[in-house]
């Protein structure tokens, strides 16, 4: 089984930076994608930002020039370093790890950290 543990969230005033971490219990290069999501209570969660297991990464636009994600192979760990924050990117952030295999999707999910920025 798969576990994906967040870390690295917090209050941080805005204009301020943060950088999450999201260690996995199985190898970061084995899925096929990673990626960082986001919700907000009452919303329907966002993508962040993901990466494929060829290096190839897609941010949402709202973060462009902001975030970056980044994964280190060897500590098996997803990185997403947060700067200029904003009050609106006051959310829960969940990583999430996708495997393909035999035609099906696997998704899973860490118990996400809470990022709170204030104005």
């Known amino acids: 089984q798969v576990q994906l543990v967040e870390s690295g969230g917090g209050l941080v005033q805005a204009g301020g930076s943060l950088k999450l971490s999201c260690a996995a219990s199985g190898r970061v290069s084995s899925f096929n994608v990673m990626g960082w999501y986001r919700q907000v209570l009452g919303k329907q969660r966002e993508l962040v930002a993901t990466?494929?297991?060829?290096?190839?990464?897609n941010y949402a636009d709202s973060v462009k020039g902001r975030f970056t994600m980044s994964r280190d192979n060897g500590k098996n760990t997803l990185y997403l370093q947060m700067n200029s924050l904003k009050p609106e990117d006051t959310a829960a952030y969940y990583c999430?790890?996708?495997?393909?295999?035999?035609?099906?999707?696997?998704?899973?999910w860490g118990q996400g950290t809470q990022v709170t920025v204030s104005s």
């Open positions: 999430n790890a996708r495997r393909y295999s035999l035609g099906r999707t696997y998704d899973f």
């Open positions: 990466i494929t297991s060829d290096g190839m990464s």
